[in-house]
């Protein structure tokens, strides 16, 4: 090789530098991305099926619902249950099991949802309490 070209090598080299740091950095960006998990490497929960309403008699007891596991999909749920009137129904989970405890007449709207490390989800449902029949009714 000549001077010359030599010379020119070690000219374009900073140039070259340069564009190698940049594209690095463009590279590495785009790999931490804003794919919304929290930074947990999980997605977050999403609902795969609804609840069906329900009805039930206020002297029913508890109620196994769903199991929710199937209800939702994603890794590492939590989940929590509310009923938008406790008098009516309330409304539990225990294990990934949905329970509902008719109390006394009405209706209400029972909320899920589950969580984890990149979010949450949520679903509703509608619920009718009847009251039992009086004793020696026609």
């Known amino acids: ?29 785009s790999a931490c991305g804003d794919d919304d998990d929290g930074g947990s490497g999980m997605n977050a929960p999403t609902v ?5 309403d329900q009805s039930a008699t ?3 007891g508890a109620i196994e619902v ?25 409304a539990s989970t225990d294990s ?11 209706t209400a709207t029972v909320s899920i949802t589950a969580t984890n490390d990149a979010g949450e989800a949520e679903t509703s449902f509608g619920i009718t309490v009847n009251l039992p029949e ?3 009714a026609p």
């Open 1 to 29: 090789m000549t001077h010359s070209a030599v010379q020119h090598i070690r000219s374009l080299l900073p140039r070259v530098g340069t564009f190698l740091l940049g594209l690095a950095l463009v590279v590495s960006l």
């Open 48 to 52: 795969q099926q609804s609840i069906s």
């Open 58 to 60: 206020a002297d029913q």
């Open 66 to 90: 769903a199991d929710l596991n199937s209800v939702f999909s994603g890794e590492n749920l939590s989940f929590q249950a509310m009923s938008s009137d406790g008098s009516v129904a309330s």
């Open 96 to 106: 990934g099991t949905l329970a509902v405890t008719p109390q006394d007449g009405g």
């Open 134 to 136: 009086a004793p020696g």
